[in-house]
């Protein structure tokens, strides 16, 4: 049986999808994936299924489905935050086949010019991050993936706990053409913000960005 394909499709534009994702794409009898990553392939004619709701009942969806060439798109890179985990947990290493894709916080640093390597990565999608300031006080590169007040409320807090040696910079809507990056120095200033989901905040030792 072929494995099922879990494909990362970066982080919205068409043109930071890789060649090796459309190709995945085209042989799949079966594509998987929210609506914005569906719409990336307009042109290709296999089935659709659209991830809204409960994951465990898409899981069950691709169990009977297992005989067809399932392609599960993920947003921004699969090995980072991602579904794919919860797929690979159901089938088995074996049984998948991952294909990476260029994330949204490779692009939110690459966009300041600034490296990643040493970054602490941090995911407030839907979860309120576990980290203590004394934690990130280590890091002098901190990403979240934080679209929602509760997100943007925990790095408000954070941000006054750091002090002044740190900011905020905000990075919306990547490589989409409304991206918009904005640096916040004051937590106030980052409370009354308003934020689209997609938004990689970065929060970053002020002396980085001299
Ligand atoms: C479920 S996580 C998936 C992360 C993904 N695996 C990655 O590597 O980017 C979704 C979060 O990614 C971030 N995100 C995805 N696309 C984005 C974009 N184009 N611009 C800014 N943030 C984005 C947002 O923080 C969003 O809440």
Do not use: E
């Given at each position: 049986m072929r494995p099922i394909d879990i494909v990362g499709c970066g982080p919205g534009h068409v043109d930071y999808l890789a060649p090796v994702a459309r190709h995945s794409v085209e042989q799949a009898d079966v594509l998987v994936g929210a609506g914005h990553l569906l719409a990336l392939f307009p042109e290709v004619g296999s089935q659709r299924i659209e991830v809204r709701g409960s994951m465990s009942v898409i899981l069950d969806q691709l169990e009977l489905l297992r005989k067809r060439n399932i392609c599960l798109l993920v947003s921004g890179d699969s090995g980072l935050f991602s579904l794919?985990?919860?797929?690979?947990r159901r089938?088995?290493?074996?049984?998948?086949?991952?294909?990476p894709g260029v994330s949204s916080i490779q692009v939110a640093f690459s966009?300041?010019?600034?490296?990643?390597?040493?970054?602490?990565?941090?995911?407030?999608h839907g979860r309120i991050p576990k980290e203590t300031t004394a934690c990130l006080a280590q890091y002098d590169r901190i990403a979240l993936l934080a679209g929602d007040t509760?997100?943007?409320a925990w790095v408000a807090d954070r941000l006054v706990e750091l002090g002044e040696a740190y900011q905020v910079v905000s990075c919306e809507n990547l490589t989409f053409e409304n991206e918009t990056i904005r640096p916040f120095y004051?937590?106030?200033?980052?409370?009354?913000?308003?934020f689209p989901a997609r938004t990689v905040l970065l929060?970053?030792?002020r002396d980085l960005l001299l």
């Open positions: 794919a985990q919860l797929v690979v089938f088995g290493r074996k049984n998948c086949r991952v294909i966009r300041l010019a600034l490296s990643w390597n040493s970054a602490l990565l941090i995911s407030a509760v997100a943007i004051s937590a106030d200033k980052l409370r009354q913000a308003v929060l970053l030792r």
